[in-house]
């Protein structure tokens, strides 16, 4: 039989808490509060990407106003969780996550809400909040977002650790990874570690990560993976930022990969559906 992993054995733990908080319904001595404190401030996942100097998946978090952010070294499983939930994309086999989510909505318990509350020797720490503040759970932030992601609950992160959020190791000259902006589209690097999670076993193309109201009618949709810009391959972010610089009017054809299947949609010069 093959040995539980670490993180996984935790996670299992973690569904025998859940359940147990089920079977007891008496708060704890200690129990959480249930109201957001005011040094919590709350963030969505703006980005999941790959670090080429470290090595190493991270998510990006952002505040409501996009004036800070806190880049979290995660694992590659839960990048691939979070990065399928970021772009509403159902795993064709679930994650561990996926049962945690099951045994909290079937046991009658509920996600308030997920902290990302302290750091200790370059280690975040975070809290999963149950039950309107009647429990509190310790967790790795990766698993909290995850969670949080897969359950439709808030994130928050304590204001104290933007102060500290590292400013180098995320890509070259300490900035985070860019993404391209054309087209009514919003897309990034597809690494090899993420791209079979989207059907795309070479790790060619970019993901698209946003689109506009126009491109969405046109038949673009968040997770896509632009291969070909016209009768041009996209391999990187260079490939499509310069070819879709080169569409100055009319229209153009993108080529798409979904699920390791192929389409073709024509957008106009600005981003919209051709007429």
Do not use: W
């Amino acid at each position: 039989m093959k040995p539980v992993g670490g993180r996984h054995l935790c996670l299992l733990l973690l569904a025998a808490v859940v359940a147990a908080c089920s079977c007891s319904r008496s708060p704890s001595s200690s129990s959480a509060s249930a109201k957001v404190s005011p040094n919590e401030v709350r963030v969505r996942v703006a980005r999941v990407g790959y670090d080429d100097e470290s090595g190493a998946n991270y998510v990006l978090l952002l505040d409501e106003h996009e004036s800070r952010a806190l880049p979290i070294m995660i694992g590659e499983s839960e990048a691939t969780a979070i990065l399928l939930a970021l772009h509403g994309i159902k795993p064709e086999r679930p994650f561990t996550h996926d049962l945690i989510r099951s045994i909290i909505g079937q046991t009658g318990n509920s996600v308030d809400r997920i902290v990302i509350g302290d750091m200790r020797d370059e280690i975040y720490y975070a809290t999963i909040y149950m039950d309107h503040g009647r429990y509190s759970i310790d967790s790795r932030p990766s698993d909290a977002i995850a969670l949080a992601m897969g359950m439709n609950v808030p994130i928050y992160v304590n204001n104290k650790l933007f102060e500290s959020a590292p400013t180098t190791g995320l890509g070259a000259g300490g900035k985070i990874p860019d993404t391209a902006r054309a087209l009514g589209l919003t897309v990034e690097q597809l690494t090899p570690d993420l791209a079979s999670a989207f059907g795309q076993p070479n790790g060619h193309g970019v993901l698209v990560s946003a689109v506009s109201s126009s491109a969405e009618k046109a038949g673009v949709a968040r997770g896509d993976i632009v291969v070909k810009l016209g009768d041009r391959s996209v391999s990187a972010l260079d490939d499509f930022s310069r070819d879709a610089a080169g569409v100055k009017s009319g229209t153009v054809t993108l080529t798409l990969n979904r699920d390791g299947s192929s389409r073709t949609v024509t957008l106009a010069a600005d981003g919209g559906r051709a007429r």
